[in-house]
C-alpha cells in the first residue's frame, strides 16, 4: 500500500575537505545534518559530493543520507541516494530509498522523496511503501 507524507525540516550545512576527482579538479564536499518533523519525525546525516562545469548554473551532486526515526510510528532506519543535476539554472532531483536499507519497523520500505524551499524552508513530500 503506497502512502504520502509532507512536513518540514530543518537542515544545518558544514563544509568538508574538497575530494581531489584528478588534474586539479575538486568536487566540493558538504555534510548536512537534518530534522524532520511531521509524519517523518527523524533525524539524519547526508554527505555529499558536488561539482559545477564551466557553465554558469550547470553541475551536479549525489549524496548518501541516513535517516533515523519514526515514519508514521514506526521505529528503525534507512538510506537514501540522492542525485541532482543544473541545467543551465534549471535543476532536478531524484531522491531514492536505497532497496532493502530498511531496519527494525522499516524493513522492506521502498519509496521517493520530493524536497522544495519555499522562502527559506525546506520541505519534504515522501511518497513510500512498506513490505
Do not use: N, W
Not at 575530494?19 to 566540493?28: K, N, S
Not at 558538504?30 to 564551466?54: C, I, N, P, W, Y
Request: net charge negative; glycine share 12%; with cysteine.
Amino acid at each position: 500500500m503506497s502512502r504520502q507524507i509532507k512536513g518540514e525540516f530543518d537542515v544545518k550545512r558544514s563544509p568538508e575537505a574538497p575530494c581531489d576527482l584528478g588534474d586539479g579538479v575538486q568536487a566540493g564536499h558538504f555534510r548536512f545534518d537534518k530534522r524532520f518533523h511531521g509524519e517523518l519525525d527523524a533525524v539524519s546525516v547526508v554527505h555529499m559530493l558536488a561539482a559545477m562545469t564551466q557553465t554558469e548554473g550547470s553541475g551536479a551532486y549525489v549524496a548518501i543520507e541516513r535517516i533515523v526515526g519514526t515514519l508514521e510510528g514506526r521505529s528503525g532506519a534507512f538510506l537514501t541516494q540522492h542525485s541532482g543535476i543544473m541545467d543551465r539554472g534549471a535543476p532536478s532531483l531524484s531522491l531514492t530509498v536505497v532497496p532493502d536499507s530498511g531496519t527494525a519497523e522499516l524493513e522492506g520500505l521502498r519509496g521517493s522523496m520530493k524536497i522544495d524551499i519555499v522562502d527559506g524552508k525546506h520541505f519534504y513530500t515522501f511518497d513510500y511503501a512498506l513490505g
